[in-house]
């Protein structure tokens, strides 16, 4: 066995380096609700063998050793929350925090420009009200 990179929460620099096909995403994420690769190979008309090897392949994408392992890491990337990571301004630099991350470039350069909105604003405000 080969040792192979571990999909971090958050991989220095930048989001998640992972992107998996539709089909393998929906493989994980079925696989999160606890469903089987037979319920998951009959809901979508694929053989039980197919979806095992989507299974497979994402697992090595993801650097997980086995499907369970997959669907933690996918968590802490972010894959599995339905909704694509936002960057790249106060939101998404107040969801890094949330999730305990150190925020990436883009979204401390977002904060920035946003603490800069603020502050200008405010002081607009209080030279209106003098
Ligand atoms: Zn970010």
Known sequence: MTARAQVGPSPVGGGPAVSLTA???IV???AAQGETYAAI????????????KMALRLNRKLGASNITHAVFL?????????K?????DHAGFA???????EPCEACWEGERAYR???KATRK???SDGA
């Open 41 to 52: 190979a009959h809901d979508l008309g694929y053989a039980e063998k197919s979806v095992t």
């Open 28 to 30: 994980l994420q079925r």
């Open 95 to 101: 969801a890094h925090q949330y999730r305990g991350e």
């Open 116 to 118: 800069r909105d603020r």
């Open 74 to 82: 996918a968590c802490q990337a972010g894959l599995l929350d339905g």
């Open 23 to 25: 089909n393998e995403l």
């Open 84 to 88: 694509p990571r936002r960057h790249g």
């Open 124 to 126: 607009a405000a209080l």
